[in-house]
């Protein structure tokens, strides 16, 4: 149940990391976007 939930919570945090479009989020996470394959430009 742990594991699920850690799989869970760390699928969202790519998803909202990888989709934000405002420049603070962007800026913050731009390394690891293109690293996971989240193209940005």
């Known amino acids: 149940?742990?594991?699920a939930g850690a799989v869970l919570?760390?699928?969202?945090?790519?998803y909202g990391a990888g989709f934000a479009q405002t420049a603070?989020?962007?800026n913050a996470a731009h390394d690891a976007r293109h690293s996971?394959?989240?193209p940005c430009h």
């Open 24 to 26: 603070e989020v962007h």
């Open 36 to 38: 996971v394959g989240f």
């Open 9 to 14: 919570l760390g699928m969202v945090m790519l």
């Open 1 to 3: 149940m742990q594991l």
